[in-house]
């Protein structure tokens, strides 16, 4: 009887993942396929996804070293093509593709990440009209961000210095492309935002190739860009070149050239319009002047210059009319309430009880209250009786009621 040769599970894998590993055809596979299930671990950085066709699928992953290099965001439905080997999870016995390289298919990775971050920002408002600033007409310094060696800075010097000779050209050096070229391009922009030190900024450089002009397609950079005060031209490459440092500055200038020319008054034209201002100011200053002689002279001919002394007359001997009838109001108003006091005086003096008793009558008072009839006394009663010219003290002796009729 012939001997069984058993594997555990863990060397079948470890087996079929050394075939699969040995093999060189599958160690720098290109493969075509559309992405699904992608799942991206912001955490570790890993990237996992599958890889499918009309027919097959198979998983995938992107560790986080070849992940950080994408210039795009992978998304479900993507076509794509990938750079990788043929390898198997042994834990589970699935095989994958492990992918170092991944690019779009039919489009450009550039491209692609160019339309990404656009299409992300413009919802954003990071590109809204309304938040554009509008450049200063007469800047006293201009700041100038570009390569202090490129034909860019001849070029923008060049413009303002025969263009706009009063305006002060700050220039802020940095590279313009390469690694460090949009990190570069950023503090720039920040430390004139800082700085307050320029009223108007050109940012840019000359034209080249999409590689060449990345750095002016930098997150970091658009947002530096929006959040400045400071007003910013960008000045990017040629008139067919388009950045997302285009859409997010303030205005966008087809060249550098094309950019000095917009943040600079022609000296020729300042002339000729200060010319134009004081021609007019020398006309509105003479017609104001014969306006106000006009006035003079009306003035000078007026009644009051000529004689105020007539002027004063009329006021005056108004003024003495109207005092005469006060006067006269006053003495008969006067009169007028003499005669009513005196007739108010003379009826006091006849309903007077002073007047009553001058007559022969007197006022008689039981404990200082006045006495109205007899029944009222008392025989022994002392009471007082207030005559004209003083009063009695009496005590009742009789008293008769007189009888009613």
Excluded at 1 to 17: A, D, Q
Excluded at 195 to 201: C, K
Excluded at 243 to 252: G, L, S
Aim: aromatic letters at 6%.
């Amino acid at each position: 009887m012939s001997t069984i040769s058993v594997i555990t599970i863990s060397g079948l894998n470890l087996y079929t993942k050394t075939l699969l590993e040995s093999d060189s055809r599958l160690k720098n596979l290109w493969i075509r396929g559309e992405i699904s299930n992608l799942t991206d671990h912001y955490r570790s950085g890993h990237i996992y996804l599958t890889l499918k066709d009309e027919r097959c699928a198979v998983k995938a992953v992107m560790f986080a070293g070849n992940a950080a290099k994408l210039s795009f965001r992978p998304q479900d439905g993507m076509k794509v093509l990938v750079r990788g080997r043929v390898t198997l999870y042994d834990v589970t016995g699935s095989y994958q593709v492990v992918i170092e390289e991944m690019q779009p298919d039919g489009i450009g990775a550039l491209s692609l990440a160019f339309e990404q971050l656009k299409s992300r920002l413009q919802k954003e408002g990071l590109f809204d009209t309304d938040h554009k600033k509008p450049l200063p007409p007469y800047p006293r310094r201009i700041g100038v961000i570009t390569s202090p060696t490129g034909a860019a800075v001849q070029d923008i010097c060049r413009i303002l210095k025969r263009r706009y000779p009063l305006g002060e050209i700050l220039l802020y050096p940095v590279t313009v492309q390469g690694t460090y070229a949009a990190a570069e391009l950023t503090a720039a922009v920040r430390a004139f935002e800082a700085g307050d030190e320029a009223d108007v900024i050109i940012i840019g450089r000359g034209g080249g190739s999409m590689e060449e002009l990345w750095a002016f397609n930098d997150e970091a950079l658009a947002r530096a860009i929006y959040d400045c005060h400071i007003p910013i031209i960008s000045a990017v490459g040629h008139e067919t070149d388009f950045t997302i440092c285009d859409f997010v500055a303030d205005v966008r200038a087809s060249t550098p050239s094309a950019g000095a020319e917009l943040v600079s008054p022609e000296m020729d034209s300042m002339i000729a319009q200060v010319l134009y201002e004081r021609q007019r100011l020398t006309e509105t200053m003479h017609k104001r002047l014969s306006r106000e002689k006009e006035r003079l002279n009306r003035l000078q001919n007026a009644r009051v210059l000529r004689s105020p002394q007539e002027m004063i007359q009329y006021p005056k001997m108004r003024l003495d009319m109207l005092s005469r009838r006060l006067s006269a109001a006053y003495t008969h108003r006067l009169a007028t309430e003499k005669q009513h006091f005196t007739a108010l005086h003379a009826k006091l003096e006849a309903l007077s009880p002073l007047k009553v008793l001058a007559r022969g009558y007197a006022i008689a008072q039981k404990n200082q209250q006045l006495i109205h009839s007899v029944h009222e006394t008392a025989v022994g009663d002392t009471i007082t009786v207030t005559l004209s010219d003083g009063t009695l003290s009496a005590t009742v002796t009789d008293r008769k009621e007189y009888p009613h009729g």
